[in-house]
């Protein structure tokens, strides 16, 4: 299959960008960059010994998306662009709904003109809001508490009445747990801009030494040890879902939700423990105040992925703790190589 990857070369992207060239699939990506470095396709391709055609585009830049679909034969979209902050979005909530909602509504227009209907959609479990409950299963109310999960929601329920006008659509729209770990070599990972804002890269940076301490926020939760428990998932375990969803969507027309977690909790305490075996190094690490909108507890039923996709999350937190330290310690400053550090310095002296 020929299939458009958007967002292709941001963290989870460029991991599915690898396990769909492995498997034989011919690709295309199309991102912008805004979050994302070059360099990660240029580690997928040295990873797959393949070539592929790379847009720098913006989906919001309707033409130049269509031009995209005019010059290939392009037979399904998964559509990772998109902006995650849950804190940026809420200082800029129109540049969220804008990017995320605007981008996605310009790709369905023109998937639509060019009679391509086979989607994969990247949700995330924060469409569940504050859950009833755990484990959450795909049929929980839905309810948003931040402008990013606001767009998630806004987007799922928007192709849901794409459906409804036109059955020939086939959706697959993928809710997301914790995606952490990397590549098993080491040559593609997460790099975030700046300060992260998530666990899993926070507690990385403080074992290089980049950070010096990590706050855990709030141990006051109604946890066995007190810290918010969350349902991580490996990286390429989630890439591998995107094929089994992308198998799936070719046999139905309709929209149907899949939760992609392990369907296993573990503590803040339980990751930095992990985290200090896989790496050797101690987490400095200092208990602070809740942090405004964090749930206590967070983890995934995925058994309708398994029941319908045939899928599975296959690996367990030490791989995840292993692998994300691997890219770490083999990518101190991410995607920003030395080579691109002194060519960026030679261009600052001349
Ligand atoms: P990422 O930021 O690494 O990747 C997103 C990519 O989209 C980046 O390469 C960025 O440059 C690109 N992009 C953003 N806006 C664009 C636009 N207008 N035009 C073209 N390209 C654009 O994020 P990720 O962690 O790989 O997440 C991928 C998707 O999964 C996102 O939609 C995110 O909301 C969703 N998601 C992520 C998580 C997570 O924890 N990482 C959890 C749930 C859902
Ligand atoms: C965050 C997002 C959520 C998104 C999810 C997956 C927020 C409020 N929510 O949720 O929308 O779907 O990532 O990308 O940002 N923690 C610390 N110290 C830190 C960072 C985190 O103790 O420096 C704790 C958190 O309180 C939480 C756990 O670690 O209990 C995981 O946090 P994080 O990685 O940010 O993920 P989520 O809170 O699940």
Same mark, same amino acid.
């Given at each position: 299959?020929? &299939?458009?990857?958007?967002?292709?070369?941001?963290?989870?992207?460029?991991?599915?960008?690898?396990?769909?060239?492995?498997?034989?699939?011919?690709?295309?990506?199309?991102?912008?960059? /805004?979050?994302?470095?070059?360099?990660?396709?240029?580690?997928?391709?040295?990873?797959?010994?393949? /070539? %592929?055609?790379?847009?720098? &585009?913006?989906?919001?830049?309707?033409?130049?998306?269509?031009?995209? %679909?005019?010059?290939?034969? &392009?037979?399904?979209?998964?559509?990772?662009?998109?902006?995650?902050?849950?804190?940026?979005?809420?200082?800029?909530?129109?540049?969220?709904?804008?990017?995320?909602?605007?981008?996605?509504?310009? *790709?369905?227009?023109?998937?639509?003109?060019?009679?391509?209907?086979?989607?994969?959609? /990247?949700?995330?479990?924060?469409?569940?809001?504050?859950?009833?409950?755990?484990?959450?299963?795909?049929? %929980?109310? *839905?309810?948003?508490?931040?402008?990013?999960?606001?767009?998630?929601?806004?987007?799922?329920?928007?192709?849901?009445?794409?459906?409804?006008?036109?059955?020939?659509?086939?959706?697959?729209?993928?809710?997301?747990?914790?995606?952490?770990?990397?590549?098993?070599?080491?040559?593609?990972?997460? @790099?975030?801009?700046?300060?992260?804002?998530? *666990?899993? $890269?926070?507690?990385?940076?403080?074992?290089?030494?980049? *950070?010096?301490?990590?706050?855990?926020?709030?141990?006051?939760?109604?946890?066995?040890?007190?810290?918010?428990?969350?349902?991580?998932?490996?990286?390429?375990?989630?890439?591998?879902?995107?094929?089994?969803?992308?198998?799936? &969507?070719?046999?139905?027309?309709?929209?149907?939700?899949?939760?992609?977690?392990?369907?296993?909790?573990?503590?803040?305490?339980?990751?930095?423990?992990?985290?200090?075996?896989?790496?050797?190094? =101690?987490?400095?690490?200092?208990?602070?105040?809740?942090?405004?909108?964090?749930?206590?507890?967070?983890?995934?039923?995925?058994?309708?992925?398994?029941?319908?996709?045939?899928?599975?999350?296959?690996?367990?937190?030490? @791989?995840?703790?292993?692998?994300?330290?691997?890219?770490?310690?083999?990518? $101190?400053?991410?995607?920003?190589?030395?080579?691109?550090?002194? =060519?960026?310095?030679?261009?600052?002296?001349?």
């Amino acid at each position: 299959m020929t &299939i458009l990857i958007t967002g292709g070369a941001g963290y989870i992207g460029s991991h599915t960008c690898v396990e769909l060239l492995n498997s034989g699939h011919d690709i295309l990506v199309l991102d912008n960059f /805004s979050n994302s470095r070059p360099e990660s396709l240029d580690r997928v391709k040295e990873l797959t010994n393949k /070539s %592929f055609k790379i847009y720098k &585009i913006d989906l919001l830049d309707k033409a130049a998306v269509e031009k995209v %679909f005019s010059e290939n034969e &392009i037979e399904a979209v998964i559509h990772f662009a998109g902006l995650k902050a849950v804190g940026e979005s809420v200082e800029i909530p129109v540049h969220y709904y804008h990017n995320n909602i605007t981008g996605t509504l310009i *790709l369905i227009d023109v998937m639509q003109k060019y009679n391509v209907f086979n989607l994969v959609f /990247s949700s995330s479990a924060t469409v569940y809001g504050i859950p009833q409950q755990v484990p959450i299963s795909e049929e %929980f109310s *839905l309810s948003a508490t931040n402008p990013y999960g606001r767009t998630k929601l806004m987007i799922e329920e928007i192709l849901n009445d794409v459906y409804v006008s036109n059955n020939n659509w086939s959706i697959a729209l993928l809710r997301y747990f914790n995606p952490i770990g990397a590549h098993e070599s080491g040559l593609i990972g997460e @790099d975030p801009n700046g300060l992260p804002n998530n *666990l899993m $890269p926070f507690i990385s940076q403080v074992s290089i030494g980049k *950070l010096s301490e990590l706050k855990v926020f709030g141990n006051d939760y109604t946890t066995p040890d007190g810290t918010g428990v969350r349902d991580y998932i490996h990286v390429v375990d989630l890439a591998k879902g995107h094929l089994k969803a992308l198998e799936k &969507i070719v046999t139905f027309n309709g929209v149907e939700a899949y939760n992609l977690g392990t369907g296993k909790g573990y503590s803040v305490l339980e990751m930095i423990d992990a985290f200090e075996k896989a790496s050797g190094r =101690k987490v400095p690490y200092v208990i602070g105040p809740r942090r405004p909108g964090d749930i206590a507890e967070c983890f995934a039923k995925p058994d309708k992925a398994e029941r319908e996709l045939g899928w599975k999350a296959e690996k367990g937190i030490k @791989d995840m703790c292993i692998d994300s330290w691997k890219w770490q310690s083999q990518n $101190p400053e991410g995607f920003q190589t030395n080579e691109h550090r002194n =060519k960026y310095a030679s261009t600052l002296k001349s």
